[in-house]
């Protein structure tokens, strides 16, 4: 039996599969989409752009000096809260579900990174 090997984020392809899974997922969350609609008012058309252009800066082109808002400002979910911990589980398992490998990894612990200074 053979077992296919995900691929890493590579592309800008890859970070659009990246966000837009995620954000479909958070959507569709029991849970999280009252929170995340009720608490962030998220533009989305404009929320999407500054996640791919945050994602596709810092893991494909390695910068660190991003200015773009991946997590909105107005967005509050405590880091104690079990809102948090199932959005952060959210996010793995999106990454696990599309890709494996070092970029993927560096998802995950940006990912950490920034929520916790949301």
Not at 4 to 30: A, M, W
Not at 38 to 53: E, F
Not at 66 to 74: C, D, L, M, R, Y
């Amino acid at each position: 039996m053979a077992t296919t090997t995900l691929p890493d984020i590579r592309t800008e392809g890859d970070i659009k599969t990246l966000v837009d899974s995620f954000c479909q997922h958070l959507y569709n969350d029991e849970v999280l989409a009252p929170a995340f609609n009720a608490m962030a008012r998220i533009h989305w058309p404009y929320h999407l752009t500054s996640m791919y252009q945050y994602w596709s800066s810092t893991l494909l082109s390695g910068r660190t000096d991003v200015n773009s808002e991946a997590i909105p400002h107005n967005l509050v979910l405590p880091v104690t809260s079990p809102h948090f911990q199932r959005w952060v589980n959210l996010f793995y398992g999106t990454v696990a579900e599309h890709f494996s490998g070092s970029k993927a990894e560096e998802a995950k612990l940006k990912m950490m990174s920034m929520a916790s200074r949301a």
